[in-house]
């Protein structure tokens, strides 16, 4: 029962997203929903070949959303209007309560992003690999490649105006009941342990 839909250019940035689930009569009527937000260099359609397993599993109990966001759109307002389309998308199909939120790497400043200006619409956030702290990402000599990126969103070199968009900054704005989980490795070569161990102490509940 499991479906999967390519939308053409339903976003200004990125070709196609992917749309993997099950049909509402099948999960009881009540359809859960998850959207997920990918990583720097990703689109949709890689990941549904690089991740097919994890759709397949996932699209057996809920709706899964992956926007394909072109990246070039990390933590800024242009991603949180695309997740609010995902959003639309999802409750189109079916899935009218909170949904889980997913982020993978700088994803995760999308998926941050979103959750502190719509609380109401978030069931829990999956966070693996989280760029937590653009600030230190921007200034890191390893991570040169994605400096272009960072600059044209917010401006540039170094930019002062992550407010409102850094996830350091507001992470203990998040709501205290809201289930947050994070994933990271010691040795990632991108996302350091001192930046999650930072947003972690600045929300021990997650």
Not at 22 to 44: E, V
Not at 57 to 81: F, I, K, N, P
Not at 115 to 139: F, S
Request: include cysteine; glycine fraction near 8%.
């Amino acid at each position: 029962m499991i479906r999967t839909s390519f939308s053409k250019n339903r976003y200004a940035v990125g070709d196609e997203d992917l749309i993997v689930g099950t049909m509402k009569s099948d999960l009881g009527g009540q359809a859960r929903g998850i959207i997920f937000c990918h990583g720097s260099g990703q689109s949709a359609q890689p990941l549904a070949l690089e991740m097919h397993y994890l759709w397949d599993m996932l699209g057996r109990r809920a709706v899964v959303h992956v926007g394909d966001l072109g990246g070039q759109t990390w933590g800024s307002d242009t991603a949180v209007a695309r997740i609010k389309l995902a959003r639309a998308e999802l409750r189109r199909r079916g899935v009218d309560g909170p949904i889980a939120l997913v982020g993978l790497s700088m994803g995760s400043c999308n998926a941050l992003n979103y959750a502190i200006r719509y609380p109401d619409e978030i069931a829990c956030l999956a966070l693996t690999i989280p760029v937590t702290d653009l600030v230190a990402t921007r200034a890191d000599p390893t991570f040169t490649s994605v400096w272009p990126e960072i600059d044209a969103i917010y401006g540039a070199p170094p930019s002062a105006n992550y407010t409102g968009h850094n996830p350091i900054d507001f992470v203990d704005d998040l709501p205290a009941d809201m289930p947050v989980k994070v994933w990271y490795a010691p040795n990632d070569p991108i996302v350091k342990v001192a930046t999650v161990n930072a947003f972690l102490a600045a929300r021990p509940q997650t």
